[in-house]
C-alpha cells in the first residue's frame, strides 16, 4: 500500500557557477588563456577590447560548459532593461589592476615544422639496394621501433604480422638479416637493438677500433650483468685488466645513448613549455609577489549588445523576433557578467594562497636554501586564509612560480615534518637535502650503504632509521649504493 510522507533534509549542493570556479582556479596560465578563448567565441557578449590578430594558441577543449544565467522562464516585457544599460555601459568590468608582473606581452610559441624520427628512418630506407619484399620487412621494422629507438617484439611476433596486415610471408632468418644490415645501420646508430646492450654494442662498433672499444665489446658481450651491476672486482679477475684499462672502457661506454630515438632533433614529442602562474622577487631585502599578467585579461561587456538593447528600448512596437532577441542577450549578459567575476575571484584567490605560501616560506624564499624550508601542508594555508583545503590543492598541484632561484612546482614547497633530536619540527625536504648532499660528497670508491647514512644523518641530530633512508634515497632517484660505485 502507498503511503505519502513528507521528509526533511539538508543538503549542500555546489551551483554550477562555483563548479566553473574551482575548474577555473585549477588550470594553469596556458590552459587558462585557452579556456579564455573558448568563454570568448561562445559567447559574443563577451570582449577583450583587444585587436582580432592578438589571439591565443591552438584550441583547448574543456568539457565544463556553464549554465546560462536567467534560463528560468521569463518574459521580455519582464526585464528591467536600464539595469543592463547604466552605468556607462560596463566600462568597469576590466579585471587587470597594477600589481602584476610586467611580463604582460603575449609571447606566441612557435611550433617547430620537421620530419619526425619514424620519416627520418623511412626516408634513409630509399638509400639502401634492397629488393621490394625486404623493403616492406624494413618499413615494418622501422614502424616497429618505439620512441626509444627499441624495437621490443619478439622477431616471431613480427613476422606473424607481417603475413597478416602486410601479406608478406618470410622467414625468420630474412627478418634478423634484414634487421641487422639495414634497420640497425640507419641514423642515430643504435636503432632497431632489442635491448640495451644491444644497443651499445651497435654503437661501438659504428666507432674507430680501438683497444678500450674491443675491450668494452668484449665486457658487454660476455660479461654484461657484471658490468651492469658494478661488479668490478669480478671484470678485474676475468679480463684479466688493470683499473686504469677499465676506467677507460667505463669511459667508452659512458659517452654512448642509451636511448638513441629519444635523441632525435625531429621527434615529434613535443616539450613542455611551462609559464609560470607567479613571480616572487628579493627588492631591497623584501619579497613581492606578483601574478602573471597573462592570468589577467582585460575584459568588458560588447558593445554591440548595449545599442541592440538601446534599440529594443526605443523601438516602440515590439515584435516576436525583438523579444526574442532580448531574451538571447540577456542570457549572453548574465553569462558574460559572471564570467569576468569569475575570473576577478579566481585572480583574487591565486594571489591570497601564495601570498600566504610565500610568507610561511619566507626564509627559503629570501635565501633559496632547501634546508629552511618549514613543514608545510595544505591544512596549514587553508587554515591561514580560511579557505578549504581542496582550494588549496588546485592551487598547489598545477601552479608554477618564479623564483630568484629557479621556476618551481608550487606543491614541491609543501612536506611533512619530523622531530630532530631537540625536538623540532623539521621539513622532510631538509632531510633529503642533507642526505643529498652526504651522498654527494662521499668516497665514491666505497659508497656508503644505507646503515651508515642513517648513522651519519643521526650525528647530525636528525634520528631517522635505515628504511626511511631508502625510501629518501629512492624519491632523489640515488640508486644503492652498489650502483654508486666507481673506480
Not at 107 to 134: C, M, W
Not at 465 to 486: C, F, G, N
Request: charged letters at 30%; a negative charge.
Amino acid at each position: 500500500m502507498l503511503k505519502q510522507s513528507l521528509h526533511q533534509k539538508l543538503l549542500q549542493k555546489l551551483s554550477p557557477q562555483q563548479i566553473q570556479l574551482m575548474k577555473l582556479i585549477q588550470l594553469p596560465t596556458q590552459a587558462f588563456e585557452e579556456r579564455l578563448k573558448q568563454e570568448i567565441e561562445e559567447n559574443p557578449a563577451l570582449d577583450t577590447g583587444k585587436e582580432e590578430s592578438d589571439n591565443f594558441d591552438d584550441d583547448f577543449s574543456n568539457d565544463t560548459d556553464y549554465d546560462d544565467a536567467g534560463s528560468e522562464k521569463i518574459e521580455a516585457d519582464d526585464i528591467n532593461i536600464d539595469e543592463y544599460l547604466s552605468d556607462d555601459e560596463f566600462p568597469s568590468y576590466k579585471t587587470q589592476t597594477n600589481n602584476y608582473s610586467s611580463d604582460d606581452e603575449e609571447k606566441q610559441v612557435p611550433y617547430a615544422a620537421g620530419t619526425t624520427f619514424h620519416q627520418s628512418l623511412n626516408n634513409q630506407l630509399n638509400t639502401f639496394r634492397i629488393d621490394e619484399e625486404e623493403k616492406a620487412i624494413a618499413e615494418f621494422l622501422v614502424g616497429s621501433i618505439d620512441e626509444s629507438g627499441y624495437i621490443r617484439r619478439d622477431l616471431i611476433d613480427l613476422i606473424d604480422d607481417l603475413a597478416f596486415t602486410q601479406n608478406v610471408f618470410t622467414t625468420e632468418e630474412k627478418v634478423a638479416y634484414v634487421l641487422k644490415n639495414v634497420v640497425q645501420r640507419l641514423d642515430p646508430i643504435g636503432v632497431g637493438a632489442r635491448d640495451l646492450k644491444e644497443c651499445l654494442i651497435i654503437q661501438l662498433r659504428s666507432k674507430t677500433p680501438t683497444k678500450s672499444r674491443a675491450l668494452a665489446i668484449d665486457i658487454l658481450e660476455n660479461a654484461f650483468d657484471h658490468f651492469v651491476k658494478k661488479h668490478y672486482n669480478k671484470l678485474l679477475d676475468k679480463f684479466n685488466i688493470s683499473e686504469e684499462e677499465l676506467k677507460e672502457v667505463n669511459l667508452e661506454i659512458s659517452k654512448l645513448n642509451p636511448k638513441p630515438g629519444s635523441s632525435y632533433a625531429g621527434n615529434n614529442k613535443i616539450a613542455e613549455q611551462i609559464v609560470p602562474d607567479f613571480t616572487i622577487r628579493i627588492i631591497d631585502g623584501k619579497l613581492e609577489l606578483s601574478l602573471n599578467s597573462r592570468n589577467a585579461p582585460e575584459l568588458h561587456v560588447s558593445k554591440e549588445y548595449n545599442n541592440m538593447l538601446k534599440g529594443y528600448q526605443d523601438s516602440k512596437d515590439k515584435t516576436k523576433s525583438q523579444k526574442d532577441a532580448v531574451l538571447f542577450i540577456k542570457q549572453k549578459l548574465d553569462a558574460a557578467k559572471w564570467f569576468i567575476d569569475a575570473i576577478k575571484q579566481r585572480q583574487q584567490t591565486l594571489l591570497v594562497t601564495m601570498n600566504a605560501i610565500m610568507h610561511y616560506q619566507y626564509d627559503y624564499f629570501l635565501t633559496g636554501d632547501e634546508r629552511k624550508l618549514k613543514p608545510m601542508i595544505l591544512k596549514d594555508i587553508a587554515d591561514t586564509i580560511n579557505m578549504d583545503v581542496s582550494t588549496i590543492s588546485r592551487v598547489a598541484n598545477s601552479k608554477y612560480v618564479s623564483t630568484p632561484y629557479g621556476t618551481k612546482l608550487i606543491k614541491e614547497f609543501f612536506s611533512e615534518s619530523m622531530k630532530n633530536d631537540q625536538g623540532e619540527d623539521v621539513s622532510t625536504r631538509e632531510i633529503k637535502k642533507i642526505l643529498e648532499n652526504v651522498i654527494a660528497e662521499e668516497n665514491k670508491k666505497k659508497p656508503l650503504t644505507d646503515e651508515k647514512l642513517s648513522a651519519i644523518l643521526k650525528e647530525k641530530g636528525y634520528p631517522i632509521a635505515r628504511r626511511t633512508v631508502a625510501k629518501y634515497r629512492e624519491q632523489l632517484d640515488i640508486p644503492v649504493a652498489r650502483l654508486r660505485k666507481e673506480i
